[in-house]
């Protein structure tokens, strides 16, 4: 399957952001999703996941970000609001294999959409 984020940009603190993720491929309902981030300077790190199972989300993005998926898209979504200034990544889509994953080892990944949140 091939990923492409799209919907970032620069945004205001307390503002929102929707990502969009369009997945290439006949069988998108098969895989689980995930968004992940990357700031300058740091580590990967998990930002949600949506399986047939379970949505999860990291406790520093609960309450406050949303993921869904619309498979008669093939689209992943990951709506931000109450942004802050230390949401400021790169955003990356991914998709495992299975379904039915709730973890944070992915097996595909798309390129990138940059947020910018300023203070």
């Known amino acids: 399957v091939q990923l492409q984020a799209s919907g970032g940009g620069l945004v205001q603190a307390g503002g929102s952001l929707r990502l969009s993720c369009a997945a290439s491929?006949?069988?998108?309902?098969?895989?689980?999703m995930g968004w992940f981030r990357q700031a300058p300077g740091k580590e990967r790190e998990f930002v949600a996941s949506i399986s047939v199972a379970s949505t999860n989300y990291a406790d520093s993005v609960k309450g406050r970000f949303t993921i869904s998926r619309d498979n008669t898209k093939n689209g992943v979504y990951l709506q931000m609001n109450s942004l802050k200034p230390e949401d400021t990544a790169v955003y990356h889509c991914a998709a495992h294999r299975s379904p039915y994953y709730g973890g944070t080892s992915y097996d595909y990944w798309g390129q990138g959409t940059l947020v910018t949140v300023s203070s």
């Open positions: 491929g006949r069988t998108f309902s098969s895989y689980a």
